[in-house]
């Protein structure tokens, strides 16, 4: 079960920096990041909307992500970061957006500012087509407008470090409360990360891509130097639970299928993990020994934990 108590965001970028992320997708991904220690929670759409067998293309719809967000929020009991992806249209669709999610207990709701349909998982590269500025920023303030006390992360994918610190600019001016330059390779060096705060003046997110240069160099005292408040490890659970699923259904197949269970997590364990250990205890409250609720006026009914 969570080890943390739930939070709000404001007590994320309060912490000291850098709070690090875990991209999950269920209630089942963020309960094993809660038990690993993680602070905070990010429901990835990409990550969402391969849990369904769907390409990160805008096939998923936002009801798909409004049930993620609310499993998530309930299941690891951290404050989670909302993928709100395009909004789901112009700002008024992202303005109902951004209610939903944070109704369903989003503490964060990160907005982007490419054109939709998305080209999908090449999207971080070079060569993304934006919505003009103007327009990317109203959709931040509509977020802001219809948010209660979730913070806004306006992320760009501006692929020239003079547009990302023009589109910093404005997210900050519409409400923006991070800021977000999806950028991971070299061509947006640590230079430009510095600049893109001090023209914002608000905390970054920095998402770190599996391989990236960002996930070998960003180190948690560049990341305080530079004002990184919030890392998102997106995609890294997801790629490594394919990756086991994988080799677990294959070996099932083959001549020792004996061997998954000898690497997997022992299912006494795994019970615990989700919550068997409350339902026996409330259980026990309720039902009494054996499942058996106790008769009214025995010497057990009424009778509870203290």
Known sequence: MPVHAPVGFADVLAAEPPVYAAGVWDGLSATLAAAAGFRCLFVSGFAVAASLGLPDADLYTRA?????????????????IADLDTGWGN????????????????????LEDQISPKPGPLSEQAGVSLVPRAEAAAKVRACVDARDRAAVVARTNADTVDEVLRRAEAYAAAGADVVFPMRHDETFPF?????????????????????????????????????????IYGL???????????????DLLGPEPGVVAARGVPLREFTRLIGYDEVTRLRDRYLGAGGVPPRPGSADAGRGDT
């Open 91 to 110: 700002a008024v669709n992202a303005y109902h957006a951004a209610r939903d999610f944070e109704r369903a207990g989003a503490a964060a709701l990160m």
């Open 191 to 231: 230079e430009a990360w510095q600049a893109t705060r001090d023209a914002c003046g608000r905390p970054l997110a920095a998402a770190v891509a599996p391989g990236s240069w960002l996930e070998r160099e960003l180190t948690p005292a560049i990341a305080r130097e530079l004002g990184i408040a919030v890392v």
């Open 64 to 80: 798909d992500m409004t049930r993620a967000v609310g499993v998530a929020a309930r299941a690891g009991g951290l404050p989670v």
């Open 236 to 250: 890294q659970g997801l790629l490594a639970t394919a990756r086991a699923l994988t080799a677990a259904y294959t």
